[in-house]
């Protein structure tokens, strides 16, 4: 997808109902936080980057808020995440999270990691995880803990769910391209044009409009006529 951008914000289960055994550990490299891992692809490379784009787009709720950016050629994939305990939360974690799908593997890196209370005193108390200083203040502790947990159970879920999705993907050089054409399924559209602006039915077909003035026209699940 070309020049995509996408927004998520998710909420997750609260701490104490996290019982999975921690599979991806938050490490301190130098002065930063960082959290990897990888994966072997349960499919072809093609169909777990998909996978990755599609899940994300699912979990879109806010598309002025943290932006994703993909290269599909590359099969890479940044973005900003935003995660808490719940809607109850008193504070959220931010995180920028790299993924990329080679050699066989989905492989992600979670780093710049920042805390901020909820409200409108969020907006001068984020506190930057690579600028803390436990030694001077070891109460920050229970922040990098808590986060731990958190982001474990997070790229768990997304990763199990990323592998696991069942879909089929038959037109990747259109996709790559940017491009959309007759046959393709509603997946195979969103994965080359994103997320369209409005969808309209009938009694006969299915439209997707975008911004860009192109509409695609579905019938039966599949793409039956383009209008650039």
């Given amino acids: 997808m070309k020049g995509a951008i996408i927004a998520i914000l998710l909420m997750i289960l609260p701490c104490a109902a996290i019982t999975a055994e921690e599979k991806y550990p938050l490490v301190k490299e130098g002065n930063s936080y960082v959290c990897t891992g990888a994966e072997p692809c349960k499919l072809d490379e093609n169909t777990t980057f998909g996978s990755a784009m599609l899940w994300m787009m699912d979990h879109n709720i806010d598309a002025e808020k943290n932006a994703l950016k993909s290269d599909v050629s590359k099969k890479s994939i940044g ?21 990329v799908v080679k050699d066989g593997k989905i ?36 922040y990098v803990d808590k986060f731990a947990v958190l982001c474990d159970k997070f790229m768990q879920t997304m990763l199990t769910e990323i592998i696991n999705a069942d879909i089929k993907l038959n037109n990747w050089n259109s996709i790559v391209e940017g491009k959309v054409v007759k046959g393709m399924t509603a ?41 650039n």
């Fill in 79 to 99: 973005l900003n995440y935003t995660i808490s305990e719940g809607e109850s939360a008193d504070k959220t974690f931010s995180f920028y999270l790299d993924m």
């Fill in 107 to 142: 492989a992600f890196l979670v780093k710049d990691v920042k805390c901020t209370p909820k409200g409108v005193i969020g907006m001068f108390k984020t506190l930057s995880f690579d600028k803390m200083n436990l030694t001077k203040k070891p109460q920050y502790k229970e």
């Fill in 187 to 227: 997946n195979e559209v969103k994965l080359a044009m994103g997320i369209p602006l409005s969808i309209t039915e009938n009694s006969q077909r299915t439209m997707w409009s975008y911004v860009s003035g192109t509409v695609v026209m579905f019938e039966k699940g599949v793409v039956t006529g383009v209008i």
